[in-house]
């Protein structure tokens, strides 16, 4: 491979080389007029904003996952799809992304076309727009290949009001899809355990799925992807900063039979693998049923599923109970399960 196939040093270094990278990569695939300014700054209208909403949301993430490919998704997708996540489960409405890069010297430069094509593509699809970004480039071996910084702006409508310390008792919960598919993927992929699995990562938006819930009840007390940890962690976030009680149903779980067995092989449990394209909604009983259906109407929601309920009893406590009818306590994850995972 040639030298003009690879980043070199020179493309971080803010020179000529990295402006011919901007102008043959990035501004062409993330094509839109905030990029085109050339400016340190995406300057985006206020009142596109006030016409959606009454207050914005700002979220930041970086993204370090090993393998950079993987089934069903890749780096680049994930870093669209996190960010965008990250505000959706707060109920707003994705606008703008930032995309700041770290290269190791020497990266394939058809590995980050594809990548950045990806992003590209996410983008599009969850009707969001890259507007500004940076680019650096450190020598090899202080980075491994490609890590991913984005940052989000959105709008978060009127009267919503999404939060886990409203979860209150009586509350019924409902995961968007099933467990563990994301960290199954990934971890079979690095090819360390000689195991094959023909599972995919559910890396994908969820805002429009989100909206979809609250368009038909505004009874929805907190919605959390379950990320880095799993549904486990994200429902004891939910018990602790509302002071209630989980009590988790394992014969409801939506688990692949194919992530039930990797994570029996490898001694896992599936509630604290991570997910990228599913979330965890506390709803009011009375409205569990008419938020169920509006999901499972939604290709992202279609396998949605009653998996709990909040509880007066063991406050910041969250209990799975078997179908035997006993119970035992689920911690938060502690330590890394599985490093560099998104």
Known sequence: MSDKERISLAQGEGGLASSQLVE?????????????????????????????????AFTTDSYVVDPIEFPGGDIGCLAVNGTINDLAVGGAIPRYLSCALILEEGLERALLERIVASMASAAREANVSIVTGDTKVVPRGK???VFINTAGVGVIPQGVELAARRCEPGDVLIASGYLGDHGAAVLAARGDLALEMDVCS????????????????????????????????????????????????????????????????????????????????????????????SMRAHP?????????????????KVQLQSGFGGRRLLEPLTGEQLPRIC
């Open 24 to 56: 043959s990569l990035f501004l062409q695939a993330f094509d839109n007029e905030h990029l085109y300014q050339r400016e340190d700054q995406a300057r985006l209208e206020l009142a596109d904003f006030i016409r959606q909403g009454d207050r914005l």
């Open 143 to 145: 980075a491994d290949r």
């Open 202 to 293: 559910d890396s994908r938006p969820l805002h429009g799925l989100v909206q979809e819930m609250l368009k038909v009840s505004p009874d929805i007390h907190a919605i959390r992807d379950a990320t880095r940890g799993g549904v486990a962690t994200v429902l004891n976030e939910f018990a602790q900063m509302s002071q209630t009680g989980i009590v988790l149903q394992e014969g409801s779980l939506p688990v692949r039979p194919q992530v039930r067995g990797f994570c029996e092989i490898l001694g896992l449990e599936p509630w604290y693998l991570a997910n990228e394209g599913m979330l965890v909604a506390a709803v009011s009983a009375s409205a569990a049923d008419e938020v169920l259906s």
């Open 300 to 316: 992202y929601g279609c396998d949605a599923q009653v998996i709990g309920q909040v509880v007066a009893e063991l406050p910041g």
